[in-house]
T-cell receptor, first 112, second 117 residues
Framework: GENVEQHPSTLSVQEGDSAVIKCTYS??????FPWYKQELGKRPQLIID?????GEKKDQRIAVTLNKTAKHFSLHITETQPEDSAVYFC???????????FGPGTSLSVIP | DAGVIQSPRHEVTEMGQEVTLRCKPI?????LFWYRQTMMRGLELLIY????????DSGMPEDRFSAKMPNASFSTLKIQPSEPRDSAVYFC???????????????FGSGTRLTVV
């Protein structure tokens, strides 16, 4: 089955700097890669996703990149703000009706 | 839409007692997922349903856990008997299958924080 790894497990950055979180997946048939943000004590929420036919996607300060050959994808947050502090989960899924497998999460702290 | 609704928000119970967690998915969503979240193991998929039918229950830890979905608007996760190691946050999530689409995102409920003492 699919296995998703995520690095680093914790990340601290100064406000205004960029943050990068990297993930790898094992199943070459995976074709959908969502990212979730979970603030302390709250539910995970989808912030951005990318499909296998796209190499990069941006949404304001957030961008995701996908390298299908290497089977890795990354989340980039620019101009970080204190409210970006949260746990971020990457995930992968094979088809529209298959289960989503989550990575272990990255705890991001943005220091004012 | 009120989103995915879970109850209760918090549950404290004694070891050996039966615990029932409840979930109401978003109307029109045909997939429902139960996840367990702990610091040690992260987000674990326990079971998921499609059109009320269990599709994959390979993540259910043992026979003490059972899940049902009697209709499109309601699901339960039951633990009997409960043990301290079952303490975790249990999330329910729902989604829909869009013909021809390559992907969709989950919508999670607020979770149930279970503490077994």
């Amino acid at each position: 089955g699919e296995n998703v790894e995520q690095h680093p497990s914790t990340l601290s950055v100064q406000e205004g700097d960029s943050a990068v979180i990297k993930c790898t997946y094992s199943d070459s048939a995976s074709n959908y890669f969502p990212w979730y943000k979970q603030e302390l004590g709250k539910r995970p929420q989808l912030i951005i996703d990318i499909r296998s036919n796209v190499g990069e996607k941006k949404d304001q300060r957030i961008a995701v990149t996908l390298n299908k050959t290497a089977k890795h994808f990354s989340l980039h947050i620019t101009e970080t703000q204190p409210e970006d502090s949260a746990v971020y989960f990457c995930a992968a899924r094979r088809t529209s009706y298959d289960k989503v497998i989550f990575g272990p999460g990255t705890s991001l702290s943005v220091i004012p | 839409d009120a989103g995915v609704i879970q109850s209760p928000r918090h549950e404290v119970t004694e070891m050996g007692q039966e615990v029932t967690l409840r979930c109401k998915p978003i109307s029109g969503h045909d997939y429902l997922f139960w996840y367990r979240q702990t610091m040690m193991r992260g987000l674990e998929l326990l079971i998921y349903f499609n059109n009320n039918v269990p599709i994959d229950d390979s993540g259910m830890p043992e026979d003490r856990f059972s899940a049902k979905m009697p209709n499109a608007s309601f699901s339960t996760l039951k633990i009997q008997p409960s043990e301290p190691r079952d303490s975790a946050v249990y999330f329910c999530a729902s989604s829909f299958f869009l013909q021809g689409a390559q992907g969709y995102g989950y919508t999670f409920g607020s979770g149930t924080r279970l503490t077994v003492v």
